[in-house]
Structures are given as structure tokens and as C-alpha cells.
T-cell receptor, first 114, second 116 residues
Framework: AQTVTQSQPEMSVQEAETVTLSCTYD???????LFWYKQPPSRQMILVIR??????QNATENRFSVNFQKAAKSFSLKISDSQLGDTAMYFC???????????FGTGTRLKVLA | SAVISQKPSRDICQRGTSLTIQCQVD?????MFWYRQQPGQSLTLIAT?????????ESGFVIDKFPISRPNLTFSTLTVSNMSPEDSSIYLC?????????????FGPGTRLTVL
């Protein structure tokens, strides 16, 4: 069975600084997708970034980028130039290709400090 | 993406009663899902809402407790039946659109349910 582990329950970062959120996963599958979702206090889950396992190039979306290490089964999220609006719970998620079921991690609560 | 609305946004209910939560999408979608997020925890999939047929429930969730309807491609309801305080959670619907390259899902704003 697949599992997703986020080992940092809470983190904080100063505004404009860079922060990295960790995520590791366990699977025997070779084809899968990985995602980072953001859930601000408003509760709306927002897709931040996604990565296909077969792509070696790390995904980037503006200030958000990932460090995908397939052999190590690691998928960390880097937020550059942190903004107050980045304050949220961040969930790492795994999905086997050809399926629709997410496996979510337990989340990391990020607080950006002014 | 998709614009998803849920009603109600929050409710406080008495033990033993039932609440129906609505999920409306601004466009036709292939798949709709219902999740539960218990306080301080991650999301757990309750069921997949199938258009024109019974929902597909995950282990630990049953139709009698969480009946689901999906009368068309843009709308679904989840009922939480015979509620107890343990049902206090945020309930979220999500959708997957046809042609979604990464199979990603888009989530509604959630319904915060408190059972007294």
C-alpha cells in the first residue's frame, strides 16, 4: 500500500525568505503523480504544483518548485520569496497513474511571519 | 480548473438528525468525489459519486450512513445520516474534469459540520 509522510507538522518562515517542505512516499508503482495542495484558513484546497514520476525535470510554478528524487521517493516543495498569503496548511499527495484516488500526507502548517 | 460551490458552508446540528450537503460545479465533469477532513487531520475519501448509478464507497464508509446522489454531470449531494459528535468534520467535494492530464482534482470550499 502507498503511504505519504510529511514529517514537519509546523513550520514558520520570514516574509521574503525561502522555505522547503518535506514529503516522502512509499510505493512499488513506477508510474504515478505527485501533488502539493495548499489549504488556507478559508478551507479551499488549491492545487499548487504537480509532477509526473517519469519526468526527471522538476516542476516549477512561479515561486513554487519541487525537488523530486524518485530513487529516494522524496518530493519536497520549495517556496521562494514567501508572502503572507502563503500561510496555509500544505498537503503532499500521491496518485497512481490510471487511477483517481489520492493518498494524502498529514500536512504541514506553514506560517509566514511579517 | 473548475468553480465549485457547496451549500451549506457550515452548520451546527443535533445528534440523531441528518444533513444534506450540496455540491455544484460550473461545468460538466466526469467524476465527483466526497471527502471528510476531521479536525486537524488529512483528507479521507468517502466515496465516488457516479452519475446515474450508486456511489462507490471506500472502506469504512457505508451507504446507509452517507447516502450520495448524482442526478447529472454538474451536481451531487452527500447526506450525513443519524449524526453523532464523531461526524463533526469538514466535508469537501472534488471533481475531475475530462482530459485532466495529471488526473488532478479540484476541490470545493468545504462544509464545516458541528454535531452537538
Amino acid at each position: 500500500a502507498q503511504t505519504v509522510t510529511q514529517s514537519q507538522p509546523e513550520m514558520s518562515v520570514q516574509e521574503a525568505e525561502t522555505v522547503t517542505l518535506s514529503c516522502t512516499y512509499d510505493t512499488s508503482e513506477n508510474n504515478y503523480y505527485l501533488f502539493w495542495y495548499k489549504q488556507p484558513p478559508s478551507r479551499q484546497m488549491i492545487l499548487v504544483i504537480r509532477q509526473e514520476a517519469y519526468k526527471q525535470q522538476n516542476a516549477t510554478e512561479n515561486r513554487f518548485s519541487v525537488n523530486f528524487q524518485k530513487a529516494a521517493k522524496s518530493f519536497s516543495l520549495k517556496i521562494s520569496d514567501s508572502q503572507l498569503g502563503d500561510t496555509a496548511m500544505y498537503f503532499c499527495a500521491f496518485m497512481t497513474s490510471g487511477t483517481y484516488k489520492y493518498i494524502f500526507g498529514t500536512g504541514t502548517r506553514l506560517k509566514v511571519l511579517a | 480548473s473548475a468553480v465549485i460551490s457547496q451549500k451549506p458552508s457550515r452548520d451546527i446540528c443535533q445528534r440523531g438528525t441528518s444533513l444534506t450537503i450540496q455540491c455544484q460545479v460550473d461545468s460538466q465533469v466526469t467524476m465527483m468525489f466526497w471527502y471528510r477532513q476531521q479536525p486537524g487531520q488529512s483528507l479521507t475519501l468517502i466515496a465516488t459519486a457516479n452519475q446515474g448509478s450508486e456511489a462507490t464507497y471506500e472502506s469504512g464508509f457505508v451507504i446507509d450512513k452517507f447516502p450520495i446522489s448524482r442526478p447529472n454531470l454538474t451536481f451531487s449531494t452527500l447526506t450525513v445520516s443519524n449524526m453523532s459528535p464523531e461526524d463533526s468534520s469538514i466535508y469537501l467535494c472534488s471533481v475531475r474534469k475530462a482530459g485532466a492530464i495529471y488526473n488532478e482534482q479540484f476541490f470545493g470550499p468545504g462544509t464545516r459540520l458541528t454535531v452537538l
